[in-house]
């Protein structure tokens, strides 16, 4: 067996510990007789493993008291509704932070629900920086003011939490989320898919304040409304529950790592020696500002586009998989989530000197 080094953006590389175990108990979790695929959400068994996941999530992130841990589905792309539809609680709108991509998505989809007011865009910069926080437009009324942590598509990420007074601030985490530690205490709600940083596609985290449920708009589906989700405990419907399982083996893999701040450290220094090799050569370049460089996914060029090619195929045959960019933005991309060890950015860096040297 051959593990490649994968630096797909999503969904993503898991630690190998969290495949091994979740192999070794496929057939007979735990004494049960069963696969945790094939138990009742409802029985004994399942209940215990989704209150472990929700308790290590709330311990790693420090979640205060006050606020509703939702295991959800439908992705960040569902959430993008889900979210207007609960959270304009009878506002006229919501404002909105465009940084690229999946900002874009996000406020196209709000506005089906609600005025969109884009307080501030990166547009001008080519999506290459986070507008300051001193020229964001916020309207005071606004329903919430609606951020994307980490634009996984552009490589670029906030270093800094935006004050924004009494409006409650919600962010798509679906590609920093568990990277590094957050102050939750900070947000209305902070929403991602669980197929970046935490497990399989087909859960989606929500946490939201408490005082933020309770107000969805009337043609919100019962199984997207806040509120109805944290009465059930996210058994309203069926949940995602070989996803939850994997998660919770996740979350228990990162407290064995140290939790989040020894992960940050680690997440740090990762993307360190790939920038700064970036940052010494002329044969590679990165896109983005050195202050929202995201530590998740790398996005890089080659100075001649028609060497792209021979690259991936170079980095293929040295196990190292998915660096291709995306489609809307071209060159590399080197996502390097939780999951990629140290030794995964030092094969990249390597090969990407070896590949210069040979045709820079
Ligand atoms: C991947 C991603 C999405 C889309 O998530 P789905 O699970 O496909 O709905 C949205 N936002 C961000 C920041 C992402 O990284």
């Known amino acids: 067996m051959t593990r490649v080094f994968n630096f797909s953006a999503g969904p993503a ?7 091994r175990q979740a192999a070794e108990e496929m057939l007979d979790w735990q004494g049960s007789g069963m696969s945790v695929m094939e138990m009742s959400h409802r029985g004994r068994e399942f209940m215990s493993i989704a209150a472990e996941a929700e308790t290590l999530l709330r311990r790693l ?6 606020y509703k841990v939702l295991f959800m589905q439908g992705g960040a792309i569902a959430e993008n509704a889900i979210v207007p539809m609960n959270l304009l609680r ?10 690229g991509e999946w900002s874009k998505k996000s406020i196209k989809e709000a506005k089906k629900y609600g005025r969109v007011n884009v307080a501030a865009s990166a547009a001008d910069s080519g999506y290459t920086t986070i507008p300051a926080r001193e020229t964001w437009k916020l309207d005071p009324e606004a329903a919430y003011v609606h951020i994307c942590s980490n634009e996984t598509i552009g490589g670029v990420e906030y270093h800094f939490t935006p004050e924004v007074g009494s409006v409650p601030l919600v962010a798509d985490m679906s590609s920093s989320i568990l990277s590094r530690p957050v102050d939750v205490s900070k947000y209305g709600a902070i ?3 669980a197929q ?3 497990g399989p596609a087909g859960l989606t985290i929500v946490i939201v304040r408490d005082d933020l449920l309770g107000g969805a708009l009337p043609v919100t589906p019962s199984a997207f409304d806040y509120k109805t989700v944290a009465d059930n405990e996210s058994m309203y419907n069926t949940p995602p529950t070989y996803a939850i399982y994997i998660a919770g083996l996740v979350f228990k893999w990162l407290e064995a790592q140290g939790g989040l701040a ?3 450290a680690h997440n740090r220094q990762k993307a360190a020696l790939l920038y700064d090799y970036l940052d010494t050569t002329r044969f590679y370049s990165a896109p983005v500002a050195r202050d929202c460089r995201s530590l998740m996914n790398v996005p890089f060029k080659l100075h001649d586009e028609a060497l792209d090619g021979a690259f991936l195929k170079g980095a293929e045959a040295r196990g190292m998989m998915q660096l291709k960019g995306h489609r809307s933005v071209g060159g590399m991309r080197a996502s390097i989530y939780n999951a990629m060890p140290l030794a995964g950015v030092q094969a ?6 070896e590949f210069e040297a040979k045709n820079g």
Do not use: F, Q, R, W
Not at 90 to 99: F, L, Q, V
Not at 348 to 353: E, G, I, Q, S, W
């Open 61 to 66: 992130l420090a979640v205060p008291a006050g």
């Open 262 to 264: 020894a992960i940050e």
């Open 191 to 193: 929403y991602g898919g």
């Open 348 to 353: 990249l860096v390597a090969y990407m000197k």
């Open 90 to 99: 009878g506002h006229a709108s919501a404002d909105y932070i465009d940084t």
């Open 196 to 198: 970046k940083n935490i």
């Open 13 to 19: 590389a898991l630690p190998e510990t969290v495949l």
